[in-house]
């Protein structure tokens, strides 16, 4: 559409001149100030991610560890009788809890946070339930990615080396 303007504008008056013709969109997102922000959004989304990173490994290892502390209790039920299907469901319910406490946590932190923060925010409700719920599944699928393995691991035990182990 600039085009068209400038030739409608050269149709006025072929003496007026049209220079760096440019929508108010482009010549904003020009600016210093819109990289800089821009720049800041992006460095806070690097972190996001890395804390994104460091918390499934953490809770990998929290969750590795705790099955590491009752592979003779898992080799006691997989001897007994217990399928793999009932020893991942109780591993991944120990991780569920662990996601469920920490999410309940979060969410309600959050929410508090943000009503004490609603004259600084802009542009956003101070209870934006979008990306509170989005921010949840994320979580919540982020932790059922963390505690598969240490589950996979307790249901391939074999119950005559777990109870040798000790």
Same mark, same amino acid.
């Not at 290892?61 to 898992?74: C, D, K, L, M, N």
């Not at 009932?86 to 662990?98: D, E, F, K, P, T």
């Given at each position: 559409?600039?085009?068209?303007?400038?030739?409608?504008?050269?149709?006025?008056?072929?003496?007026?001149?049209?220079?760096?013709?440019?929508?108010?969109? *482009?010549? !904003?997102?020009?600016?210093?100030?819109?990289? &800089?922000?821009? &720049?800041?959004?992006?460095?806070v989304?690097?972190? *996001?991610? !890395? /804390?994104?990173?460091?918390?499934?490994?953490?809770? %990998?290892?929290?969750?590795? %560890?705790?099955?590491?502390?009752?592979?003779?209790? !898992?080799?006691?039920?997989m =001897?007994?009788?217990a399928?793999?299907?009932?020893?991942?469901? &109780?591993?991944?319910?120990? *991780?569920?809890?662990?996601?469920?406490?920490?999410? =309940? !946590?979060?969410?309600?932190?959050?929410?508090?946070?943000?009503?004490?923060?609603?004259?600084?925010?802009?542009?956003v409700?101070?209870?934006?339930?979008?990306?509170?719920?989005?921010?949840?599944?994320?979580?919540?699928?982020?932790?059922? /990615?963390?505690? %598969?393995?240490?589950?996979?691991? /307790? /249901?391939?035990?074999?119950?005559?080396?777990?109870?040798?182990?000790?």
């Open positions: 559409m600039l085009p068209a303007l400038v030739e409608a504008l050269h149709g006025l008056d072929a003496n007026l001149v049209a220079s760096q013709e440019a929508t108010m969109s *482009a010549r !904003i997102d020009g600016t210093q100030a819109a990289l &800089l922000h821009r &720049l800041a959004a992006w460095l989304g690097g972190f *996001a991610v !890395i /804390a994104l990173v460091l918390g499934v490994v953490g809770l %990998y290892g929290v969750i590795a %560890y705790a099955v590491s502390q009752r592979t003779r209790e !898992i080799g006691v039920r =001897a007994l009788g399928r793999r299907s009932s020893v991942y469901r &109780l591993v991944m319910g120990q *991780a569920g809890r662990l996601t469920a406490i920490g999410l =309940a !946590i979060g969410l309600a932190g959050s929410v508090g946070v943000s009503m004490l923060m609603r004259a600084m925010l802009f542009g409700k101070a209870w934006d339930a979008y990306n509170l719920c989005g921010v949840a599944v994320l979580l919540a699928l982020a932790s059922t /990615a963390a505690s %598969y393995l240490p589950a996979r691991r /307790a /249901a391939s035990v074999n119950p005559t080396d777990a109870l040798r182990a000790e």
